[in-house]
C-alpha cells in the first residue's frame, strides 16, 4: 500500500537521484526507510481497524445492524469470534521493552 504522502517522498528522492544531488547509497537509504515507513503506518492502519472491529463486536445489541460485526452477538458469529480472538492475540502481543514476560493488562 503506497500512501499520498509516501508517493509523493518517493518522487522528490528518485528526483534527487536522478538530478545527482544525492549519492547511490543514499538514494538506497532513503528508499528502505520509505519502505519501513509505509510498512509501519500500514501496520497501524490494521491495528486501528481491529480495534473499530472489535468496538462493533463490544456494542453488539440483539437488533440487527448496517455493520454485520455490531449485530447482536451471534448473529454473525464466526466473523465476530475471530475479532475476538484478533484483539486477544494483540493484547497479548506487547512486551515490556527490555523484559521478557508479556504486558498485564
Known sequence: MTFLFGRHR???????????????????????NQ???EEECAAKAK?????????DVMNSNPMCHTKTLACGFGVHKEEQEHTLSMMEKLFEGPTVQGKVSHLHL
Request: net charge negative; aromatic share 8%.
Open 10 to 32: 518517493l518522487d522528490s528522492i528518485v528526483d534527487k537521484f536522478s538530478s545527482g544531488k544525492i549519492s547511490k547509497e543514499e538514494f538506497d537509504s532513503l528508499v528502505a
Open 47 to 55: 491495528i486501528i481497524e481491529l480495534m473499530n472491529d472489535w468496538s
Open 35 to 37: 519502505k519501513k515507513d
